[in-house]
């Protein structure tokens, strides 16, 4: 694998992992919401 590979994918692959974890730190917020509400 070539490292400008590597350079393009990286930020790439963070951004989603940050995005994927704010997604779910929010929708665990919800859950939890929701949970207490019922």
Do not use: C, E, H, Y
């Not at 992992?17 to 207490?36: D, E, P, R, Y």
């Amino acid at each position: 694998m070539d490292w400008r590979v590597v350079v393009v994918l990286l930020p790439v692959i963070i951004a989603a992992g940050w995005a994927g974890f704010n997604i779910a730190a929010a929708a665990l917020t919800q859950v939890k919401t929701f949970l207490s509400k019922s």
